[in-house]
């Protein structure tokens, strides 16, 4: 691994994972790096953090929060 490579990391501004430069090193070990897709600088997080993709049952409830907050609002202004 060398400055400017390209390694996979979790970027914390856009939320997934995606491809980053190398800006960084102590040694061997990436120190430092920086997101192709925002320019985000951060620590190399060794494309751990946030949170993975959703359950079914995640999605599944999530949806239907949606859908039943709207319902009740709908209720409440008298408008569809």
């Known amino acids: ?9 979790y970027c914390s501004r856009c939320k997934l994972s995606s491809t980053h430069a190398v800006v ?14 925002c320019n985000h600088e951060h ?10 993709p959703m359950s079914k049952k ?13 319902a009740e609002e709908t209720k409440k202004t008298g408008k569809k």
Not at 1 to 9: E, N, V
Not at 28 to 36: A, D, I
Not at 43 to 52: S, T
């Open 58 to 70: 995640e999605a599944f409830d999530k949806v239907m929060a949606s859908i039943t907050g709207a």
């Open 24 to 37: 960084s090193m102590a040694g061997e070990e990436v120190q430092k790096v920086r997101c192709r897709t």
């Open 1 to 9: 691994m060398r400055l400017g490579d390209d390694i996979d990391d």
């Open 43 to 52: 620590n190399y997080r060794k494309n751990k953090g946030g949170r993975g």
